[in-house]
Every structure is written in structure tokens, then in C-alpha cells.
């Protein structure tokens, strides 16, 4: 089993930055990819980027040049620089680890933008 733990979301204020952290724990072997999605109320959850565990990094358009993903595979850790943050971005972000075809979630931390 595999267990997921999100923090550093919070209230920014619109140009503000945030850092998210996830931190994996229990049967992790060493090929894996981790992946930052976010979900706002009423629509749909959203792909934000993911990294592999050789540090192949994948971004939809609408966050490239503000977010950056990265890992620290030591600590089974990946995390989620917010840059430029802007109202759109408020939702809740989520974590999840994917290993031999299996897919494991965090319970999410909220990111709220707002003045």
C-alpha cells in the first residue's frame, strides 16, 4: 500500500507563490511516476504536470511557465513551485503516484487565490 500526503496549500493573495509538498510512504520501488492534478468546485479534476523518476516533466499549456514540478526521489517527494498565482488557480491539488499500473491519491490540500 502506498500513502499519500499533501501540505503548503493556503490563502495567497493574487502574484502571490505557494509551495506544495507531497510526501509518499510504503511500498514505493524506484520506478515511478508522481503528477500534481487540481480540482475547482463544479468542474472537472485537472492534469498540472507530472515527473517520472528519471526527471521526464510533462505540463499542460495553461500552467507552463508559472508551475514547476520537482522531486526529491531520497524522500519519496515531489513537489509543486506556484508562481504568479492567479484567482483561476484556487481548487483543491492533489497528488498521486503511479506504479506498476496502479494509481494511488492524496487527500489534497486547498489552494485558495484571492485579495
Known amino acids: 500500500q502506498v500513502h499519500l500526503v499533501e501540505s503548503g496549500g493556503g490563502l495567497v493573495q493574487p502574484g502571490g507563490s505557494l509551495r506544495l509538498s507531497c510526501a509518499a510512504s510504503g511500498s514505493i520501488f524506484k520506478a515511478y511516476v508522481m503528477a500534481w492534478y487540481r480540482q475547482a468546485p463544479g468542474l472537472q479534476r485537472e492534469f498540472i504536470a507530472d515527473?517520472?523518476?528519471?526527471?521526464?516533466?510533462n505540463y499542460p499549456d495553461s500552467v507552463k511557465g508559472r508551475f514547476t514540478i520537482s522531486r526529491d526521489n531520497a524522500k519519496n517527494t515531489v513537489y509543486l513551485q506556484m508562481n504568479n498565482l492567479e484567482p483561476e488557480d484556487t481548487a483543491v491539488y492533489y497528488c498521486?503516484?503511479?506504479?506498476?499500473?496502479?494509481?494511488?491519491w492524496g487527500q489534497g490540500t486547498q489552494v485558495t487565490v484571492s485579495s
Open positions: 515527473i517520472t523518476s528519471g526527471g521526464i516533466i
Open positions: 498521486k503516484l503511479n506504479q506498476f499500473g496502479s494509481e494511488y
